[in-house]
């Protein structure tokens, strides 16, 4: 049996960890593991000389041809004038290879060279956090899920930022040569087989800079009163105004209803408290206004994807760590 050939586009300019991935997992001879493992082919993507956003020279042994006849195709990330216009020439060779049914990969802003491509076009996607509005917003046929590590739509797959390559790429293994094998290679890189949650955890809040003036001032009133019963008619009365009114206000301005913001500021703070204390789910729901930690669970896995205990299991001593240096 002939080995799986993944041939990888190298753009000029790519951050070397998102080239470095697929080159670990793919590129050494891991038989022992599953026979026979991967071919891995560095595909030049366009003329030379290339180098990494590092300044590291790669040399690729293949050319966009080459790429075309893979069974897999990956397309890691990629600058930002690569992002906004891909090389045409790139996205040719992908839109062929889709055509002729090969699996089509991307990991970070590779994903919108597959946009470019049309192969995204009605399917779900992800890349990113950082990057997922403006994808949304430059190919509007495609799905973005911000909140994902990586999404498989089963002849199409993509992942989210940098370190969620690892996660795509072990996914793949798991697909062609089965769990065992998925883990033995997480086991031999160091790394979890399997992550929990997505990177919506990671997300930063979002900071407007329309919360200010009147709006804002009744927005940091009410976060400073996460712990207490807060309707749409307590902010609209601090802010002087009709229920009606504010509420429309509110959602033209921020781009969410009141109870979307109050439950989103809810659960940031339940993020920071898991972090920071050694309070327990149910003095945490307290404190956030949620009421009971059956409610925390129920909103905070909804929008992190995690639950609270894998949450500060993960991130407990992020914060102190930080503080230290």
């Not at 080459?66 to 897999?72: F, G, K, N, Q, R």
């Not at 993509?158 to 040569?177: E, K, M, N, P």
């Not at 989103?264 to 327990?280: H, I, K, Y």
């Not at 729901?285 to 299991?313: D, E, K, N």
Request: charged fraction near 20%; proline fraction near 6%.
């Amino acid at each position: 049996m002939a080995p799986h050939v993944v041939a990888v586009a190298v753009t000029d300019g790519m951050p070397i960890f998102e080239l470095s991935v697929p080159v670990e997992v793919f590129g050494n001879d891991r038989s022992d593991i599953a026979s026979p493992w991967y071919d891995l082919r560095l595909c030049a993507a366009e003329p030379g000389p290339l180098r990494t956003a590092g300044g590291l020279a790669v040399s690729p042994a293949y050319g966009l041809e080459d790429l075309v006849a893979a069974d897999t195709v990956l397309v890691p990330a990629c600058t930002r004038p690569k992002q906004i216009d891909p090389p045409a020439a790139l996205v040719d060779a992908v839109r062929r290879a889709h055509a002729a049914g090969r699996r089509i990969v991307s990991i970070c802003t590779g994903a919108y060279v597959l946009a470019a491509a049309g192969v995204l076009d009605g399917r779900r996607a992800t890349t990113h956090w950082l990057n997922a509005h403006d994808l949304a917003y430059r190919y509007p046929a495609v799905t973005v899920d911000a909140r994902v590590l990586y999404v498989d739509e089963g002849s199409v797959l993509t992942s989210a930022g940098t370190a969620a390559a690892i996660d795509l790429c072990l996914h793949l293994v798991r697909r062609d040569h089965g769990a065992a094998a998925a883990n033995e290679t997480a086991r031999r890189m160091v790394v979890p087989p399997h992550r929990e949650g997505g990177q919506a955890q990671f997300v930063q809040p979002t900071i407007r800079a329309d919360e200010r003036g009147d709006l804002g001032l009744v927005l940091a009133w009410a976060r400073e009163r996460l712990d207490q019963p807060l309707a749409v008619a307590d902010l609209a009365g601090r802010a002087h105004m009709s229920a009606r009114t504010f509420a429309r206000r509110f959602r033209d301005e921020l781009g969410v209803t009141p109870l979307q913001w109050l439950l989103e500021q809810r659960v940031r703070l339940a993020q920071e408290l898991l972090e920071t204390t050694d309070d327990t789910v149910e003095q945490i729901a307290r404190r956030a206004g949620f009421g009971t930690s059956a409610g925390l669970r129920q909103h905070f896995g909804r929008i992190i994807s995690v639950s609270p205990q894998s949450y500060r299991h993960v991130f407990r001593h992020r914060a102190r760590t930080a503080a230290t240096g």
